[in-house]
């Protein structure tokens, strides 16, 4: 199940626009220095799997 969603994921990332498509980078790099300032090290793991995608 994993799987087809990463294919979708990167299929997706691939046919959006280059505008979109940094606005998505630069949400999800901030979204990971948000997640280090909390003491949930859920919230890490969350961001950096956003930032994987």
Do not use: H, Q
Request: aromatic share 12%.
């Amino acid at each position: 199940m994993n799987e087809w969603m990463l294919r979708l994921i990167s299929l997706i990332l691939g046919v959006i626009s280059g505008p979109l498509r940094e606005e998505l980078i630069a949400f999800a790099l901030a979204f990971r220095e948000k997640a280090k300032k909390t003491s949930n090290p859920w919230d890490d793991y969350v961001a950096d799997i956003i930032c994987w995608a």
